[in-house]
């Protein structure tokens, strides 16, 4: 089943730091630009980054810029999203997607359907 797999969420403490992991499971990442989504309880998914496919292209949402850096490891087929200074406001299940092809530059991947999403790992941020 092809599908990525999100990993590293947890409890982390307000201006803590987390790195979240996503992985590909049956094919490679290779010629995908990949983003990040989350969603808390009672609210829309939200595009939170997105990286295009050669990595040289990224895109976040105004919440977490400057906070949250978005990258890649092709020889780990691994897309990563590490998250600095959070917040409560940042809990939520984040999920990745792929949201385009090689050319794909995330200008809008907020609007993005994406595919092969997975379960989501949950990010909670609390004292």
């Known amino acids: 089943q092809l599908q990525l797999v999100e990993s590293g969420g947890g409890l982390g403490q307000p201006g803590g730091s987390l790195r979240l992991s996503c992985a590909a499971s049956?094919?490679?990442?290779?010629?995908?630009?990949i983003g990040w989504f989350r969603q808390a309880p009672g609210t829309t998914r939200l595009g939170v980054a997105c990286?295009?496919?050669?990595?040289?292209?990224?895109n976040y949402v105004d919440s977490v810029k400057g906070r949250f850096t978005i990258s890649r490891d092709s020889a780990k087929n691994t897309v990563y999203l590490q998250m600095n200074d959070l917040k409560p406001e940042d809990s939520a299940v984040y999920y990745c997607?792929?949201?385009?092809?090689?050319?794909?530059?995330?200008?809008?991947?907020?609007?993005?359907?994406?595919?092969?999403w997975g379960q989501g790992t949950q990010v909670t941020v609390s004292s």
């Open positions: 997607a792929e949201v385009g092809g090689t050319y794909y530059t995330c200008k809008d991947f907020q609007n993005r359907h994406g595919n092969y």
């Open positions: 049956g094919f490679t990442l290779e010629g995908s630009a």
């Open positions: 990286i295009s496919s050669s990595g040289g292209d990224t």
